[in-house]
């Protein structure tokens, strides 16, 4: 019923664009693919290379969504998770930057693994990031950003399940370029950042320097000593050098450095459990615990450092060659990522678990050739090469204090310890190739194909631990020597587009990715062997039909898209029976998913200097087969210990996501323009736990931004000010969590940002 009836619609949609468009003017080409920065009386076109070729975002028959980098800036968002704000479709839940998960469609929020790539794929300046942590820095200096949603492989280095999010950087420039800008708001924040560009030789050679500062205090408190969390201490720097000696020769250099140090991210009380918490509450009460739970999630009780630093950096060089009309590309890149945790274990006031967390020191080579044939031909190809080699040395740690054995129930924990050392390896290889045929001026056929093969290993040492005799024979020396595996994996697509007018496109594609398997980086339990790590390969098949359209002299964009994904083998935690009746959790292959939806996204401009927008998705991300599921809290009270969520709704997957923004330019007086704008996000209600409890379930939450200000011209220079708000309404909501039930019952989540308020002042010279 859901297809048929979303199909009639999109049709109707399709048929009234057409229709509008065949009584519009049409746009010249020339103007269509021209950019109109400063014109506000038209939709500013937008060029991506999603097919590894510049093209305008309209053409592409791709479910593509873009967000320029000045946009962002203006609204004062620069952080990974703040793109849940502007992205259909799109689920970031951050804990800190390791346990980061990116979901599109549903698709994504598995647990945080080193061992196991992300379901969305992120590209810096086409270079993949092995972590969806590496992308927790300030996002400053962006051209733009842009998300495909669905499996992606037959055209970009690693192959996805869920889509790819593609961040590139401003380039370096020909003619003299320096901006400045300072921010500061409430909770003590305040940003500086700043950028350099401009010619080093003639026309032959440009660089670029841009560099951010970011610091703010915490909004959550512990009530145990007065520290405010979650806050953040933030410094980044990139050079880059754009060298051309010639038409047929550029090479890109980039070089970059991010540091954190913050005392981040505390997760609070979101429910004591069922019955009131009764197994929670009179558990701590028992053992002398102290409880907050605070319904604006923004008081803990903690007695241990809380605390986080991420230390990365990396260099890449993007080489290309015109041949002929031919281009050869080449990319080159290394990127390196240290993230060190401290975490209060028992999230008391208790010291039971003192600290506990997983140190992560990740090193990745990626080289990537591709060559594409001369634009404008009947058929137009790519094809390449791709290699990506990852090393990983990590430690997880926990340490016990003196009430570990209260809390725990088992008085030889106490001051005891226990280190396990992971060493984890990937090599991953692929060859792919894609092919657009141009039947006639309005038909086009476009296939591609991916061969991925890929190899891991790792091996698990536990040292012995320390503390007490008992502990120590509970969790002795481990080696699991050296495992490895290795996968075989193919990707292809195949699509059809009409444009229908010169000013509308239809399309329909069909598509399969797979996400690459790995071995679980932790000691069996007791009963389960080194084959209980082993995890295949995650495998998607997604079903496109849609169309993009602009219309009425650009003042007027509606694309629209219904899609269906169908994954196998997907990737997350399962009940594993270790003996009869005794039940552990384990990350395995679930079973089946299936997300299905429609996506919808408006642009226009009614009248001069007036942008209206909307990004808008529905999408029914649900389990098809979820045997051996794990057991929420109600669950667990009731005595069940094994669950199925068949049929249940995939965690962290809202149903809805609406998103409407506005921006008005004005001139004020002469040589100076006002301009103000606003954002609303809103999001239906999804599960923060993974074991679907509604007692950790997120409630529908809308985020309102607002901003407003003026820009001028001063001796030839520009300037900026003004003031914005983020969350004006103070809305209390969490971004989901990773805790879930325990034997006590209760859960926690990651809160998320309260309302800031400030001004922000930019210089562009």
């Known amino acids: 019923m859901f297809v048929r009836s979303s199909v009639t619609f999109l049709a109707a949609v399709i048929a009234a664009s057409a229709a509008f468009a065949a009584e519009s003017t049409p746009a010249a080409d020339a103007t269509a693919d021209a950019a109109t920065d400063g014109d506000s009386s038209q939709i500013e076109s937008v060029t991506v290379s999603a097919r590894r070729v510049a093209e305008n975002v309209q053409s592409v ?17 620069f ?23 990116i979901a599109v469609r549903g698709l994504g929020n598995n647990p945080a693994n080193d061992a196991l790539e992300s379901s969305v794929g992120v590209f810096l300046d086409n270079v993949y990031l092995g972590r969806p942590g590496m992308a927790n820095v300030d996002l400053v200096d962006l051209e733009q950003v842009a998300l495909l949603r669905g499996p992606q492989g037959t055209l970009f280095g690693k192959n ?26 409430n909770y003590g924040y305040y940003q ?28 959550v408190e512990d009530i145990t000593n007065g520290r405010d969390l979650n806050g953040y201490s933030r410094d980044g720097v990139r050079g880059q050098l754009l060298l051309k000696p010639g038409d047929t020769f550029s090479l890109r250099l980039i070089a970059d450095y991010n540091r954190e140090s913050s005392d981040c991210c505390a997760g609070a009380l979101y429910s004591a459990g069922p019955n009131g918490g009764a197994v929670y509450l009179n558990f701590l009460r028992s053992i002398g615990g102290v409880v907050v739970l605070d319904p604006t999630y923004r008081t803990v009780t903690l007695d241990s450092p809380q605390h986080m630093s991420v230390n990365q950096g990396g260099g890449s060089a993007e080489a290309n060659w015109q041949l002929g009309g031919y281009k050869l590309t080449s990319i080159s890149a290394y990127r390196n990522w240290r993230f060190v945790p401290a975490n209060d274990g028992d999230g008391t006031n208790l010291d039971a678990i003192t600290n506990a967390g997983q140190a992560v020191n990740d090193e990745q080579w990626t080289q990537e050739l591709r060559l594409a044939t001369p634009t404008g031909e009947v058929v137009q190809t790519v094809v390449g090469l791709y290699y990506f080699y990852q090393h990983q040395v990590n430690q997880s740690f926990t340490y016990y204090g003196p009430d570990a054995g209260a809390y725990t129930g088992k008085a030889f924990f106490n001051n005891s310890s226990s280190i396990v050392s992971q060493f984890l390896g990937t090599n991953s290889a692929a060859a792919f190739a894609q092919s657009t045929w141009k039947i006639t001026e309005r038909w086009s056929l476009t296939g591609g194909v991916r061969e991925t093969y890929e190899d891991k290993f790792t091996r698990i040492h536990r040292n012995a631990a320390t503390g007490s005799a008992a502990f120590q024979a509970a969790f002795g020396p481990f080696e699991s020597g050296k495992l490895t595996r290795h996968d075989a994996n193919s990707s292809a697509l195949a699509s059809a587009s009409y444009k229908v007018t010169d000013d509308v496109l239809g399309y329909v594609s069909v598509s399969r990715g797979a996400k690459a398997g790995g071995i679980n980086p932790i000691v069996p339990t007791a009963g389960l062997t080194t084959a209980s790590l082993y995890v295949s390969p995650e495998k998607a098949t997604d079903y496109e039909v849609g169309f993009k359209s602009t219309l009425f002299e650009r003042r007027l964009q509606v694309d629209a898209n219904l899609f269906l994904t169908n994954v196998t083998d997907y990737q997350a935690t399962q009940l594993v029976e270790t003996s009869p009746g005794v039940f552990v959790q384990s990350l395995s292959n679930i079973g089946k998913v299936r997300s299905k939806g429609l996506e919808l996204e408006l642009q226009a401009v009614p009248v001069t200097g007036l942008h209206l927008s909307l990004d808008s998705s529905y999408n029914d991300a649900t389990y098809v087969s979820y045997a051996n599921a794990p057991c929420s809290a109600e669950a667990l009270a009731a005595g069940t210990r094994v669950c199925d969520l068949t049929g249940s709704q995939v965690v962290g997957a809202p149903k809805w996501i609406v998103s409407p923004g506005t921006e008005f330019q004005h001139p004020l007086f002469v040589g100076i323009e006002g301009f103000a704008g606003g954002d609303y996000a809103w999001r239906s209600t999804f599960f923060g736990s993974a074991d679907n409890s509604e007692l950790a379930r997120v409630h529908p939450y809308g985020i309102l931004n ?25 809305k209390v909501y969490t971004m989901g969590g990773v805790s879930s039930a325990s034997a006590t019952l209760q859960y926690s989540e990651f809160p998320g940002q309260p309302r800031t308020v400030g001004a922000t002042v930019r210089l562009e010279f």
Do not use: C, H, M
């Open 61 to 77: 028959p791709i479910p593509i969504a873009v967000v320029s980098g000045s946009s962002l800036e203006n609204a004062g968002q």
């Open 79 to 101: 952080r990974l998770e703040e793109l849940n704000q502007r992205l259909p479709s799109t689920n970031v839940q951050f804990g800190n930057p390791r346990q980061t998960s």
């Open 160 to 185: 996805t399940t869920a889509g790819v999010l593609n961040l590139q950087t401003r380039q370096p420039t020909f003619q003299p370029e320096y901006t400045f800008e300072t921010s500061a708001g």
């Open 192 to 219: 500086v950042r700043g950028a350099v560009s401009g010619p080093l030789y003639e026309d032959v050679a440009a660089g670029r320097i841009s560099a951010a500062r970011s610091r703010e205090n915490g909004f």
């Open 706 to 730: 607002l901003r407003a200000g003026i820009n001028g011209e001063w001796g030839g220079n520009k300037w900026s000010l003004w003031a914005w708000a983020t969350n004006v309404t103070d």
